[in-house]
């Protein structure tokens, strides 16, 4: 009888790193809102159009707290559940490349789509095109992963970092007012077809072929992480690990804070922001995703967080659904909130739409298995239509 691979069952489940899955939705969505909400994030110039004193104070912690930590922390949780998936598939005694190829063709595809129709932000695409490089790495012992991510980090980061000091004078303060004007004209007051073709001119800006290899070597190094985490099995037995996992923790929340917080303290140069995202945002990850690991030891930290998991477990969903949000609130076809909403406002809006998205993951998990588009990619990747209703309610 051959024997079929399938999704993970619920006694199976890693409530810690759901919740991890969960925490990154809420850092991303932190992110993309103000992104989402003015064309500034890309093109320069929010300091000086978002320009009072509480603008700036919440600009600058979602700049330590945020920014680059949870792609990053997301990209981690991609190389952990790529590692698991290929370790059940061989469990199993089944091939694993098929099933796998087949998963990140899937996820490329939901990243063309929400890319160009909703958010030139978008991150699918580039992980499902990136993960195909994973393949190479499923062979390699644990401590060359580690080499590998250490050595793109490093080929990256140092002689980047080195060049962009050079030519500190002349990248500092940038603003494209142009693009900036075009932008806003455009998701203003501009058609569904004015809005697309706005969104592919900034899909494109963010994503040319000169900064291919710089977001390769930010995601991949990330993806390897993870792999390498799950490989040991640092977040399948914490209690087992305890000992690493608090040095490991110790160590990324030290780099967190002198990377991410430290160039806050000489006026945030703009050349040293690679280093900054690179190496603090990579930390930063790690600190958070073992930070919610050492959390569920604690019972009154495990009721607390225990929320991120419904909103982990149906990350894609929610995900695509944030874009669907803002795309609504922003642009003209929808409320056109589009520059107009303030940073603080921005974190409002954050609030309540995790909020809202937490209890409704809460609601739809206790009546189905998995997430609409959770379920679409598991029945794709697996060739067999997966079980969606519950035979009992869940998700308690």
């Not at 990243?111 to 095109?129: N, T």
């Not at 569904?192 to 710089?214: E, H, K, M, R």
């Not at 009546?367 to 794709?380: D, S």
Request: glycine residues 8%; proline residues 4%; positive net charge.
């Amino acid at each position: 009888m051959k024997i079929k691979g399938a999704p993970l069952r619920e006694s199976e489940r890693l409530d810690w790193v759901d919740a991890a899955r969960g925490l990154a939705i809420l850092g991303i969505f932190m992110v993309n809102v103000p992104a989402f909400n003015a064309p500034y994030f890309l093109y320069g110039g929010a300091g000086e159009y978002w320009s009072s004193p509480l603008s700036h104070t919440i600009q600058k912690l979602i700049d330590i707290f945020f920014q680059a930590s949870f792609y990053t922390l997301f990209s981690f949780m991609f190389g952990f559940g790529i590692q698991m998936m290929k370790d059940r598939l061989e469990e199993k005694r089944m091939a694993y490349q098929p099933v796998i190829v087949r998963r990140l063709f899937v996820l490329t595809g939901f990243g063309l789509i929400h890319a160009f129709l909703l958010w030139h932000g978008d991150i699918l695409l580039s992980y499902g095109v990136l993960g195909f490089s994973l393949l190479f790495f499923f062979k390699v012992n644990p401590s060359t992963l580690l080499t590998w991510a250490f050595g793109m980090l490093a080929f990256l980061v140092l002689p980047l970092t080195f060049s962009l000091y050079l030519i500190r004078n002349q990248i500092q303060g940038i603003i494209h007012r142009p693009a900036i004007q075009e932008a806003l004209q455009n998701y203003s007051n501009g058609s569904f077809l004015d809005i697309w073709s706005q969104n592919v001119n900034d899909w494109i800006y963010a994503n040319q072929w000169g900064n291919l290899p710089f977001l390769a070597l930010s995601l991949i190094p990330m993806f390897l992480f993870g792999m390498y985490f799950c490989r040991q099995r640092l977040l399948h037995d914490p209690d087992v690990h305890l000992g690493s996992i608090k040095k490991i923790w110790a160590l990324t929340g030290l780099l967190f804070f002198v990377f991410k917080a430290g160039p806050h303290l000489y006026g945030n140069p703009e050349w040293f922001q690679l280093a900054q995202d690179s190496i603090g945002g990579s930390a930063s990850a790690i600190f958070y995703v073992l930070s919610i690991t050492l959390l569920f030891r604690i019972s009154i930290g495990a009721r607390l967080i225990h929320p991120l998991t419904w909103v982990g477990r149906m990350s894609l969903s929610n995900y695509i659904l944030q874009s669907i949000i803002s795309f609504f609130l922003f642009y003209s076809v929808g409320l056109g909130w589009y520059g107009e909403v303030s940073p603080t406002g921005n974190v409002v809006i954050v609030a309540v739409v995790f909020t809202l998205q937490t209890f409704a993951s809460k609601a739809w998990l206790k009546k189905f298995r998995y997430g609409p588009l959770e379920w679409l990619w598991r029945t794709l990747t697996y060739g067999k239509k997966q079980p969606m209703k519950r035979k009992k309610k869940a998700a308690s």
